[in-house]
């Protein structure tokens, strides 16, 4: 006898749903019983993602049959509310499962970062991509008086910081803060709000790692491999469905390895290491150019997303 659907009657609402775990989070979803809003800059990327969940053009049925997708620029102010209103108008009904997974990096020393890049990161990550979204889904299910379920992708990097990503680190801090303070005030309404924390997951933004990088943080990790963007899926399928009924303002961490950022020794370099030779003399024991992993691991430091 099959297990029941524990998402048969939800409409989940999935940004960043073009590749990894927003891709991951949706094919979990939907096969949950979700229909499954999935958006995404990349509009191509969007339609993929429901093609695979049995969608439109699909050869294989979903459980319900019923997803759509949306292309929407999340770092555009007014994006949020407009696609809330497509979503709406596509289903005729609010989603009550919202899950924010849009988010993008914008590598650099604290010494070399420019505002651009700041401004960028924290209007992808915080601002647009995770407290629009979160506020535009929150005003649609508090004026219908449905209850809902919202789930931040935040990383173990707002956590305990990372080297090069002062702007990464700042923006995933924040939706750490901002979902518990939305679970506060939405509970009353029956909305609940929680954060996941992923560490280093198999995903385009990790591919760009260098694999001196990878095999360092991989031999940190008891389970001995890099994450599955499938892992994360099936916490926030957890987080999205009444069996976690009772949890709110909660920051799950799915990561072990990164946590060894909090040991000073990971982030100095040994003292017997002698720095490359086109160290930057006006900032010593950095590098000019290049990549901020690439110097993070010369440096004998530990990096993670």
């Given amino acids: 006898m099959a297990a029941p659907l524990r998402l048969g009657s939800a409409l989940a609402l999935v940004t960043g749903a073009g590749s990894g775990i927003g891709r991951a989070v949706s094919v979990r979803l939907a ?28 050869e294989k049925g979903a459980p319900r049959g019923a997803h759509a997708a949306f292309q929407t620029d999340v770092s555009e102010a007014g994006a949020a509310r407009r696609l809330l209103e497509q979503v709406q108008a596509c289903f005729s009904r609010p989603p009550s499962v919202v899950v924010s997974c849009a988010g993008i990096t914008r ?38 008086g449905c209850p809902g379920s919202i789930i931040n992708i935040s990383s173990i990097v707002g956590k305990v910081g990372n080297v090069g990503q002062t702007n990464y680190s700042a923006s995933k801090a924040g939706v750490m803060g901002l979902t518990q303070t939305v679970a506060r ?8 709000c929680n954060s996941v924390l992923p560490g280093f997951i198999t995903t385009p933004m990790t591919q760009k790692v260098p694999q001196k990088v990878l095999d360092k943080v991989t031999g940190m990790i008891p389970m001995g491999h890099l994450g599955n963007p499938e892992d994360v899926a099936d916490v926030v399928a957890f987080l999205a469905s009444d069996d976690s009924g009772y949890i709110t303002g909660a920051s799950v961490e ?16 040994p003292a017997t ?25 010369e440096y004998g430091r530990q990096g993670c997303l």
């Fill in 31 to 58: 096969r949950e019983g979700a229909a499954v809003a999935a958006c995404d800059l990349d509009g191509a990327a969007a339609r993929e993602t429901v093609r695979l969940l049995g969608g439109p053009g699909s």
């Fill in 107 to 144: 590598d650099e020393f604290l010494l070399h970062m420019s505002e651009d890049d700041w401004d960028r990161v924290i209007a992808v990550n915080l601002k647009v991509g995770t407290f629009l979204v979160t506020q535009a889904a929150a005003q649609a299910l508090v004026s219908s």
């Fill in 185 to 192: 005030e939405l509970g009353r309404h029956g909305i609940r």
């Fill in 254 to 269: 799915e990561d072990f390895s990164c946590n060894g950022l909090r040991d000073p020794g990971l982030r100095s370099p």
């Fill in 273 to 297: 290491l002698r720095p490359p030779a086109d160290e930057d003399s006006a900032f010593p024991g950095y590098k000019r150019g290049g990549s901020v992993w690439l110097r993070n691991a």
